[in-house]
C-alpha cells in the first residue's frame, strides 16, 4: 500500500475501526456514476456504494487502480458522502504529476475503479467526549482536506451535538472553493433551535474575495481575525478541533492550539484535536 497515514493519535475508545488494509479486506469493483469538475484540477465523483460498505462521516476509503503490469495502485480518499446516501463520493486534487490522480482526473460516467470494502480512520466525531452539547466544534480545512465534513454535515447527527460548528476551509484561490454553496445551504436547513449554529470562513491565501479573508489559517489565529470571522472564541472547556489537509497547516495549528492550552485527543485522556494529514 502505498500512503496509509500514520495515526497521528490513539484509536478511539469505542467501536475500533479495523487496523489499515487487511489482507483479508473484500475489494469490489464500481462503476463511477457521477461525476463533477470545480475547475481543471480539482473534481468531485461518485462510485456505486456496496450495500454491506458501512461508515462513519470522517473516515476514509481506500480506492485502486489496477495497472497495465498487473498490480494496483492504492490511494485514500476521505469520503464526502452520507452514511445514508447510496453512493461513496470523493473529493479529488489532480496532482499533475501524480500517478492515481492524474489518472482519476481523466475518469468519466462508466469508468471502474476498486473499493476496499473497510472504512478507515478516526477523524469521527465520537471520539470526543461530551457529557452535554455545550460545546464548539471547529473544523479546519486546507482544500481537499474539507471532504470528511461534507459528511459530517450531510448527517444530522452533529447537528444536535454541538451547540456551535466552525468549518474553516483554506484554498489557494477563489476557484479553488468546492462545496461552498452546499454547506450554506446545510446550515439554512439545519437552521433551527436546538440546532448547532453554523460558522463559515474562507480565507484565500493567493487571492482576494468578497466575504473571505487572506491569509493562512495559523496567521487568522494569531491576529484573533478567525474568531473574530467566525465570531465563535476558542475557550478550552467548549472547543474542540479537527485539523486535516495539508500537513504543514495540521502540524502548525496542532503547536499553536497547544500554546494555547489545548490538548491532542488520547485513548486514555480526552483531549480537544484530532488530525488528519494527507502526505
Ligand atoms: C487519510 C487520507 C485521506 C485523503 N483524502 C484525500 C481526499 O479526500 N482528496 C484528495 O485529493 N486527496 C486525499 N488524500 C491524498 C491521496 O491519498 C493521494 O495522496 C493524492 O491523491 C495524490 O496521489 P497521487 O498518486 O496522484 O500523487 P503522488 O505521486 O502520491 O503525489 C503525492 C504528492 O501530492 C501532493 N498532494 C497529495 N494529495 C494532495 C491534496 N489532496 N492536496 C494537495 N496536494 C496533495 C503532496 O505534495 C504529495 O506529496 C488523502 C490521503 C490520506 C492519507
Known amino acids: 500500500m502505498s500512503n496509509t497515514p500514520t495515526p497521528a493519535v490513539s484509536p478511539p475508545a469505542v467501536a475500533p475501526t479495523p487496523p489499515p488494509s487487511s489482507a483479508s479486506a473484500r475489494i469490489t469493483k464500481e462503476p463511477v456514476v457521477w461525476v463533477h469538475r470545480w475547475n481543471a484540477a480539482l473534481m468531485s ?3 456505486r456504494r456496496d450495500p454491506g460498505y458501512v461508515f462513519a ?5 481506500r480506492i485502486g487502480l489496477a495497472k ?14 452520507a452514511p445514508h ?7 479529488l486534487l489532480v496532482v499533475p504529476t501524480g500517478e492515481f490522480s492524474s489518472r482519476v482526473g481523466r475518469f468519466n460516467v462508466g469508468d ?20 452535554g452539547r455545550e460545546q464548539d466544534l471547529w473544523l479546519l480545512a486546507t482544500g481537499t482536506g474539507l471532504a470528511p465534513y461534507v459528511s459530517m454535515l450531510r448527517d444530522d ?6 451547540e456551535n460548528i466552525v468549518v474553516v476551509l483554506s484554498v489557494r484561490e477563489r476557484h479553488d472553493l468546492g462545496y461552498t454553496e452546499e454547506l450554506e445551504q446545510l446550515a439554512a436547513d439545519h437552521a433551527r433551535e436546538g440546532l448547532a449554529k453554523f460558522h463559515f470562513v474562507k480565507t484565500l491565501t493567493r487571492d482576494s474575495l ?25 475557550n478550552d472547556s467548549r472547543s474542540r478541533f479537527m485539523l486535516c489537509g495539508n500537513p ?18 488520547r485513548k486514555l485522556e480526552p483531549g480537544h484535536i484530532i488530525v488528519e494529514n494527507y502526505w
Not at 446516501?85 to 473529493?91: P, S, T, W
Open 210 to 234: 468578497h466575504g473571505a479573508l487572506q491569509g493562512r489559517i495559523n496567521t487568522l489565529l494569531e491576529s484573533g481575525a478567525l474568531e473574530v470571522a467566525a465570531g465563535v472564541k476558542l
Open 112 to 131: 471502474t475503479m476498486l473499493v476496499e470494502q473497510m472504512p478507515q480512520g478516526f477523524l469521527t466525531v465520537d471520539r470526543f467526549k461530551q457529557p
Open 85 to 91: 446516501e447510496l453512493f461513496l463520493e470523493f473529493f
Open 45 to 47: 465523483f461518485r462510485v
Open 157 to 162: 447527527e452533529v447537528w444536535k451535538r454541538f
Open 57 to 61: 462521516p470522517g473516515q476514509f476509503a
Open 248 to 265: 504543514e497547516m495540521v502540524e502548525t495549528m496542532r503547536r499553536l492550539l497547544k500554546g494555547r492550552g489545548f490538548r491532542m485527543n
Open 68 to 81: 497495465e503490469n498487473g498490480e494496483t495502485i492504492w490511494r485514500a480518499y476521505s469520503i464526502v458522502s
